[in-house]
């Protein structure tokens, strides 16, 4: 029998992605991250907006054909897959779950990508690559399950190669919290391996720390907010699968809890590109 003495947050985590994220992926698709929508009038389905915001994280990280990318919670893969065939980069991708890492050098290799997107099991907080070993790295809505984020932004830096790229998009606290948002807000923390919820202050202090220059913080609440109520939407579609997974009544506080952090002010999201200084 193998006893896990990884840190205790692993495993939060790795059940909301291993459980229900199962799920998720069956009726979401293979990006599990939110959607980039220009406005209100655009009608863009979740596929493409979905690539969309991977686009704009392709975008930020302004990688060369040939350059090492560092995927920081790279989940099964599909973007890193994505920045590969657009920039033609090698990514190494990194999880605490084993089921994901498993799955996305299994679709990476089925992609034909295997020698050009690796992925293995790490602790973004302890990284198990040399000083300087990358040229560029992100982190697509994985820093929200981190107990500290500044800790992960310190250990990106090291890995990073002076004048190397970070692009991050994260979940993040926008306005101070009321009460109403500090029941939805307990609820998500409690429930989908959410340590806290960071705020654009926070990161800017976190990233001068770690020696980042020429940092850009965009709040791009308004582009991304409309994927928690179509993510309800598209979990009652799944109600039973998730009864089964994980009982009647906890499915549905899961759509309805999903739908409110949707709704509530506190709840924000920012895109943040920096420069190994």
Same mark, same amino acid.
């Given at each position: 029998?193998?006893?896990?003495?990884?840190?205790?947050?692993?495993?939060?985590?790795?059940?909301?992605?291993?459980?229900?994220?199962?799920?998720?992926?069956?009726?979401?698709?293979?990006?599990?991250?939110?959607?980039?929508?220009?406005?209100?009038?655009?009608?863009?389905?979740?596929?493409?907006? $979905?690539?969309?915001?991977?686009?704009?994280?392709?975008?930020?990280?302004?990688?060369?054909?040939?350059?090492?990318?560092?995927?920081?919670?790279?989940?099964?893969?599909?973007?890193?897959?994505?920045?590969?065939?657009?920039?033609?980069?090698?990514?190494?991708?990194?999880?605490?779950?084993?089921?994901?890492?498993?799955?996305?050098?299994?679709?990476?290799?089925?992609?034909?990508?295997?020698?050009?997107?690796?992925?293995?099991?790490?602790?973004?907080?302890?990284?198990?690559?040399?000083?300087?070993?990358?040229?560029?790295?992100?982190?697509?809505?994985?820093?929200?399950?981190?107990?500290?984020?500044?800790?992960?932004?310190?250990? $990106?830096?090291?890995?990073?190669?002076?004048?190397?790229?970070?692009?991050?998009?994260?979940?993040?606290?926008?306005?101070?919290?009321?009460?109403?948002?500090?029941?939805?807000?307990?609820?998500?923390?409690?429930?989908?391996?959410? $340590?806290?919820?960071?705020?654009?202050?926070?990161?800017?202090?976190?990233?001068?720390?770690?020696?980042?220059?020429d940092v850009e913080i965009r709040d791009?609440?308004?582009?991304v907010i409309r994927t928690l109520l179509?993510?309800?939407?598209?979990?009652?579609?799944?109600?039973?699968?998730?009864?089964?997974?994980?009982?009647?009544?906890?499915?549905?506080?899961?759509?309805?809890?999903?739908?409110?952090?949707?709704?509530?002010?506190?709840?924000?999201?920012?895109?943040?590109?920096?420069?190994?200084?």
């Amino acid at each position: 029998m193998t006893i896990d003495q990884s840190p205790a947050h692993h495993a939060g985590v790795r059940n909301v992605y291993d459980g229900f994220g199962r799920v998720y992926r069956s009726v979401w698709g293979p990006n599990i991250h939110y959607g980039y929508w220009e406005d209100d009038a655009d009608d863009s389905s979740v596929e493409v907006a $979905t690539d969309r915001l991977t686009d704009l994280m392709i975008s930020g990280l302004a990688a060369q054909p040939g350059q090492r990318v560092l995927d920081i919670g790279c989940g099964i893969g599909h973007p890193a897959r994505r920045l590969v065939r657009t920039a033609g980069v090698h990514v190494v991708g990194i999880s605490i779950s084993h089921l994901q890492v498993q799955q996305a050098n299994e679709d990476a290799a089925a992609a034909g990508l295997g020698d050009k997107a690796t992925f293995q099991f790490a602790d973004a907080m302890d990284l198990p690559f040399p000083d300087a070993s990358f040229d560029a790295a992100w982190a697509f809505e994985s820093m929200w399950h981190m107990p500290d984020r500044g800790r992960v932004l310190a250990e $990106t830096a090291r890995v990073l190669r002076p004048g190397g790229r970070l692009v991050v998009a994260d979940v993040v606290q926008r306005e101070p919290i009321t009460p109403d948002g500090q029941v939805v807000i307990d609820h998500i923390k409690a429930n989908y391996g959410v $340590t806290t919820l960071g705020t654009i202050d926070e990161y800017e202090k976190n990233l001068a720390a770690a020696g980042y220059v020429d940092v850009e913080i965009r709040d791009i609440t308004d582009n991304v907010i409309r994927t928690l109520l179509l993510m309800a939407d598209a979990f009652e579609t799944v109600r039973d699968k998730l009864a089964d997974l994980v009982g009647g009544e906890q499915a549905d506080s899961l759509i309805d809890f999903v739908r409110r952090f949707g709704s509530i002010p506190e709840s924000g999201y920012i895109y943040v590109t920096a420069v190994r200084a």
